[in-house]
């Protein structure tokens, strides 16, 4: 793993990689400045220096800085003085400050260092290992943080255009049910009432065949607003069923030819969940090729390995951004975040790549969440 580009446990889950933070470091003394920098350079950081509170103010105001490491005894402006003016700005409310002293020792002078906010105290002669782990425990808290807003930020972006799908998908639906059902149902209305007052004495074997046309043409809508809600086969025949139905009806509707492959050739039965979560990633990475790849062919893959279940969807189309297949925050449309979220709630997670010419869409799902109860995980967990 490289210096400049961190994972941690949420990572391997589709968090995007944090890249290294900024750590400044105040002293009056360009010697104990050199000497810090010796010290921290092993954790990959980035360090920047400042040789006054005033500059340090400066590259505060340029910089976004994860901790501060200063001096308590400086001219002009001394390390309690700075700590008051940091504490003072919104935007440093939860900037780490670290003081270093080799006068301010007794209990008096950290008593007032952690009034004005500093998260520690050193004093000197400083010894290289404690100052670089307290420091490393601070930036790491700063990069999760970085990342966690980074998460929340997406999801309320998801959230926003969740509700903005949902509510186009009721106008579509309210649009099918008036202009298709609703129009049917009224011209089979308008002949039963002409058949009722005999209007259509000499046309009543004409006029009743329309009928059932129209009501064959309503049920037929009705099937197909329901499949769409949720496919009847994925209660009755399974996810394999489903998706063979949903796979041959894209590739008669669209100019995608799509195959499928379910291993092992008698694939079993799901948890209901389950079996509707990885319907609807294949059903939304489907939607996406049509809409967006340009692609000839699609191609499907659900395994149930020993340890996991791994559904991939793979085209020939143009590819995607970068950013996208990456995962980065503000990037994700409602499919893709959809996707993720679902896998996320099984304890799984989304990948994607660029194959050149094509995408793979890849989603990973532990085997044991598969064998215990129809629940997601963390809709057992007690605590959230």
Avoid: C
């Amino acid at each position: 793993m490289s210096a400049n580009e961190r994972m941690d446990p949420l990572n391997h889950k589709g968090a995007p990689p944090i890249e290294k933070v900024n750590i400044l470091m105040v002293d009056d003394q360009p010697a104990k400045l050199l000497s810090y920098e010796a010290i921290l350079n092993e954790l990959g950081e980035n360090l920047i220096k400042a040789t006054s509170g005033r500059e340090a103010l400066e590259q505060l105001l340029k910089n976004e800085v994860a901790v501060v490491l200063m001096d308590v005894s400086m001219p002009d402006l001394d390390g309690f003085e700075l700590a008051d003016i940091i504490r003072q700005h919104p935007r440093f409310q939860k900037t780490a400050i670290i003081f270093i002293s080799a006068v301010h020792l007794t209990d008096v002078d950290r008593l007032r260092g952690y009034q004005r906010g500093a998260m520690d105290y050193i004093s000197v002669p400083v010894v290289p290992e404690l100052l670089k782990a307290k420091v490393s425990v601070f930036a790491e808290l700063h990069r999760k943080r970085l990342q966690l807003e980074a998460l929340n930020n997406e999801l309320r972006i998801l959230s926003g255009r969740l509700l903005t799908l949902q509510d186009d998908e009721r106008r579509r639906f309210a649009r099918e049910l008036h202009d298709g059902l609703g129009q049917d149902l009224v011209a089979v209305k308008m002949i039963v009432d002409a058949l009722g007052t005999d209007q259509l004495t000499k046309n009543k074997e004409q006029a009743t065949a329309q009928a059932s046309q129209l009501i064959d043409r309503a049920l037929q809508q009705v099937r197909s607003i329901s499949h769409l809600l949720h496919p009847p086969l994925l209660d009755e025949g399974g996810l394999q069923s489903a998706l063979r139905w949903y796979v041959d009806g894209l590739t008669r509707r669209s100019e995608i030819q799509t195959s499928m492959k379910l291993l092992p050739e008698d694939f079993p039965r799901l948890t209901p969940e389950l079996e509707t979560t990885i319907f609807r990633i294949v059903q939304e990475a489907l939607t996406n090729i049509v809409r967006h790849s340009e692609a000839r062919n699609a191609y499907i893959s659900v395994a149930k390995e020993k340890k996991q279940v791994v559904v991939t969807i793979r085209d020939d189309g143009k590819g995607i951004a970068k950013q996208i297949v990456d995962l980065r925050p503000g990037s994700l449309g409602v499919g893709i975040g959809g996707m993720r979220q679902r896998a996320k709630e099984f304890g799984g997670e989304l990948r994607m790549e660029n194959l050149g010419p094509g995408t793979l869409v890849e989603v990973i799902i532990p085997h044991e969440t598969i064998a215990g109860s129809t629940q997601p995980p963390n809709m057992m967990a007690s605590v959230g």
